[in-house]
């Protein structure tokens, strides 16, 4: 059992609006009142130019200074609980986490059913919302001379371009695998997987499940009663979003960036703000899905193809970019929880050539499966991914952007890149509960988080 009740901890984690901030995971409430979680990349030429920590800077950093009179093992209580609301909501399990590196307790609410105590199989009804995302201007030029009042600033002219993964796309993409949207649906973040870390088969299913039954398997001890899944998985008709010209713009050329730069990336690319469409999409879009079957028992997944999101004025490059993110909404209660993803193909940021793929997805999933009100306490930590501050949720993707586990190929015969995932246990300490005693699921990670990341 819980030490609090859990009408606290509901109270807490629904009310949660504290801003948790970093290179890779930025929480902030944009202007409808939901809150978010954030994945931040540069462009490839940009990298110490562009930084990602500096995006919101208004922002307070959320990471307690825990005090240190713990150690040893970490103590876990945990309780199943199947809603914090009145109405229908997803299934949730609750934890208390004294943690072996700092010795504080720390609360959070998980999807799917304890590990612990009541391991089952969990299935969330998921829907693709593909995204149809239409801007009217275009980019122009760029100021590459930092020596310049106006470096790093875009000029635009009129000009519109439509964004649609429902269409193939033959440039970035080669049949038979040209359809954005099919391929995501054939991808392992939803069909099913042989997962083996380490040398140790975890499972045929998909990525999520497989890390977050790898995450517990100490617990588990191999049993395969213990699943979360993304299921069914239902693709709703697209929506169709027309950004006004101040909060959108494309760069249509391939070799837009190679003088002020130094790269090329296959275009275009689409760059909106980032406030302007989470509340477009909170207060036009998610209402209209209700009668879709769209609520808080489910989890949308809105889907864009070759967008990135500015965090403020789309003319500039030090407010990009945000290339995914969750959250939770909702009035009079913040009680539905959504992902946006991006399917990326233009190689235009930090990563592989041929672009992110489905490593943004398999990071949001992941994250939103873990910490799906961006409210879970950890003990402070950073310095790694691209944190170069400390934060203290339990965002799992965070730590490890960047760095992907060995790629996936499936039988539409499309290669997959999907993200390496921090375990429970390197935000909470050692010993590992996680597969092979390690801390992430590629083993990228040998140890705990360490010593809490100071937090001045």
Known sequence: MNRISLQTLALGLTLSVSGFVSAQSIGTDTNNGSHIAIHVNVGRGMQGIVKPQALVGALAVQALAGNRNGGGSPYISTQQYSGFFAGPTLPLWTF?????????????????????????????????????????????????????????????????????????????????????????????????????????????????????????????????????????????????????PTAGMAVTQSNFYQAAFGFSFCAPILFVDLNWFDSYLNGTVMPQLAQEGVGPNTFPVFLSYNSAFSIGDVTSIFNCCAIGYHGITGVPLLDQTYGVVDFDTTGWFLGPANGLLTSTMSHEVAEWMNDPFTANETAPWGGTGQVSGCQANLEVGDPLSGTDVPNVKMPNGFTYSLQELAFFSWFFGSPSIGVNGWFSDNDTFTTDAGPNCPTS
């Open 96 to 244: 208390d986490v004294k943690g072996s590196r700092d010795g504080d307790h720390h609360l959070g609410a998980i999807v799917g059913t304890s590990p612990f105590a009541y391991p089952a199989t969990t299935r969330v009804p998921t829907y693709i919302v593909p995204l149809i995302i239409r801007t009217h201007s275009v980019a122009t030029g760029i100021d590459g001379n930092p020596a310049d009042a106006t470096y790093g600033r875009y000029t635009t002219a009129p000009g519109e371009t439509t964004f649609d993964p429902t269409q193939a796309d033959n440039t970035c993409l080669a049949a038979p695998n040209n359809v954005p949207l099919q391929l995501v649906k054939q991808s392992p973040i939803i069909e099913p997987a042989t997962f083996v870390f380490g040398g140790v088969k975890v499972g045929t299913t998909q990525y999520v499940d497989a890390f977050q039954r790898a995450n517990f398997w100490k617990v588990l001890n191999g049993s395969d009663d213990y699943h979360v899944l993304l299921s069914p998985v239902i693709t709703l008709p697209p929506v169709v979003i027309d950004v006004p």
